[in-house]
């Protein structure tokens, strides 16, 4: 691909990955750990995240800054929608995701049409903040690794835990008390980014469709292994309870013991 071709941030996305440390400081003490190869850095890669907490793009855009990379960001189509905010998500080149509508697919275009610029896309495969009552990620769902596939695109795992401990998953209801409440005890929030995958051996059996979700299989079972150390003495029920999460078991999935 010529170097013409290939995506650079907009200069307003830049400012607010610039500004988001100084966003989540009041609110928790962010912890980043793990890298992005060099060879990655020059894209295109999808990073692959768990998804815990209304604070998770906050807190994943601070991480990002530390790294220093600057990932398209797929969000869902509400956020878009928005006056304000769905203009500068627009501005920033980030990718809308309208789920379950007739336009769901588009957003899957749009990505590989930024992979194909080389850009790094940070995509939640789980889809939604996760239900699971132990809050390990949920089933993922087959648009990342199929956009990774079309692409021929690496997958870092990337964890975060802790996020819920600032801001429930019922915000923007009680946001308020929510904030307030961080401010004071300013929990610790780890985001870690984990080891590169390449998926290109899922590629030759099959159909397309298996193919896609056995490489989900193992984009989830990685988001697991990179999650395990930042929550390793609270392997089974989390130690802070989101008593606004609701419970759902209809996507739990079953995982291997993890140390």
Known sequence: MDATDTWRAPRI???LLALS???V??????????????????GPVVLAANHVSP???????????????????????????APLVGAIMRRCGHIRVDRNTAHAADALTEAAKALGENAMVLVYPE??????????????????????????APVLPVA?????????????????????LSMLRRPVVRVRF???MDLSVESGTGTAGARAMRATRLIMTAIDETLAPLRADEMGMPKVIDHSRPRD???VRPRQLLP
């Open 13 to 15: 996305w830049r400012f």
């Open 21 to 23: 440390p100084y966003v």
């Open 25 to 42: 400081a009041p609110l928790c003490r962010l912890d980043v750990s793990g890298e992005v190869p060099a060879q990655l850095r020059r």
């Open 55 to 81: 604070f998770d793009p906050a807190v994943l855009a601070a991480a990002c800054h530390r790294v220093g990379i600057t990932p398209r960001f797929m969000a869902t189509g509400g956020v878009f929608r």
């Open 127 to 152: 889809g939604r903040i996760g239900l699971d009552p132990l809050m390990w990620p949920e089933r993922g769902k087959t648009g990342v690794a199929r956009m990774a596939a079309a692409a021929n």
């Open 160 to 180: 975060q835990w802790g996020t819920h401990a600032a801001i429930p998953y019922e915000a923007p209801k009680r946001l308020g008390r929510a904030v307030v």
């Open 194 to 196: 984990g080891v590169p």
């Open 249 to 251: 078991m209809s996507r």
